[in-house]
C-alpha cells in the first residue's frame, strides 16, 4: 500500500529563514507522481509541483525549490527566504501513474512564518 | 473559466438527517473524487468515480454514498450512519491518464450539531 509520511507537525520561523518541509514515501510501483499542494486558511488545495518518478532533477521555482531523492523515498520542499505569505498548511501527496490516480496524502505541516 | 464548484461553503446539520454535498465541474475530466480532511489529518478518500455510471468506494466510505449521473456532477451524500460527519470535505476532478494532478474545489465545511 502507498504511503506519505509528513513527520513535521508544525513548524514555525520568523520571517526571511530558509525552511525545509519533509516528506518521506512508500510505494511498490516502479512509476508513480509525487505532488506538493499548499493548503491557505480559505481550505482550497493549491497546486505547486508534480514530479514523475523517474524525473529526479531538482526543480527550482523562485523561491520554493524541490529535492527528490528515490533512493531514501524522499521528496523534501524548501522555501528560502520565508515570507508571511507562505503561511499555510503543505500536503506531500502520492499516485499511482495509471488506473484511478488516487492521491494518497501526508498529514501535512502546518507552517507559520512569523514577521 | 473551468473549474469545480462546490455548495454550500458551510453546512449545519442536526444529528440523524441525510445531508448531500454538491460538486460540479466544466473541466471535461473523466475522474472525480472526494475527500474527507479532520483538523491535523491529512485528507482521506471517500469515493472516486471514473466514469459516468460507475464510482468505488476509497479508503473510509462507510456512512457516505455518491452518484455519477452525470460527467460534470458528483454529489456526496452524508447518511445518518456516519458516525463523525463533522469535517472539511473536498471535491477533486482530474483528466484520467495524464499524472497532472488534481483540480480541487473550495471545500464544504460540515457541522453536525
Known amino acids: 500500500a502507498q504511503k506519505v509520511t509528513q513527520a513535521q507537525t508544525e513548524i514555525s520561523v520568523v520571517e526571511k529563514e530558509d525552511v525545509t518541509l519533509d516528506c518521506v514515501y512508500e510505494?511498490?510501483?516502479?512509476?508513480?507522481?509525487l505532488f506538493w499542494y499548499k493548503q491557505p486558511p480559505s481550505g482550497e488545495l493549491v497546486f505547486l509541483i508534480r514530479?514523475?518518478?523517474?524525473?529526479?532533477q531538482n526543480e527550482i521555482s523562485g523561491r520554493y525549490s524541490w529535492n527528490f531523492q528515490k533512493s531514501t523515498s524522499s521528496f523534501n520542499f524548501t522555501i528560502t527566504a520565508s515570507q508571511v505569505v507562505d503561511s499555510a498548511v503543505y500536503f506531500c501527496a502520492l499516485s499511482e501513474a495509471g488506473g484511478a490516480q488516487k492521491l494518497v496524502f501526508g498529514q501535512g505541516t502546518r507552517l507559520t512564518i512569523n514577521p | 473559466d473551468g473549474g469545480i464548484t462546490q455548495s454550500p461553503k458551510y453546512l449545519f446539520r442536526k444529528e440523524g438527517q441525510n445531508v448531500t454535498l454538491s460538486c460540479e465541474q466544466n473541466?471535461?475530466?473523466?475522474?472525480m473524487y472526494w475527500y474527507r480532511q479532520d483538523p491535523g489529518q491529512g485528507l482521506r478518500l471517500i469515493y472516486y468515480?471514473?466514469?459516468?455510471?460507475?464510482?468505488q468506494k476509497g479508503d473510509i466510505a462507510e456512512g457516505y454514498s455518491v452518484s455519477r449521473e452525470k460527467k460534470e456532477s458528483f454529489p456526496l451524500t452524508v447518511t445518518s450512519a456516519q458516525k463523525n460527519p463533522t469535517a472539511f470535505y473536498l471535491c477533486a476532478s482530474s483528466s484520467s491518464g495524464t499524472g497532472y494532478g488534481y483540480t480541487f474545489g473550495s471545500g464544504t465545511r460540515l457541522t453536525v450539531v
Open positions: 514530479r514523475n518518478s523517474f524525473d529526479e
Open positions: 473541466l471535461n475530466h473523466d475522474a
Open positions: 468515480s471514473q466514469i459516468v455510471n460507475d464510482f
Open positions: 510505494t511498490r510501483d516502479t512509476t508513480y507522481y
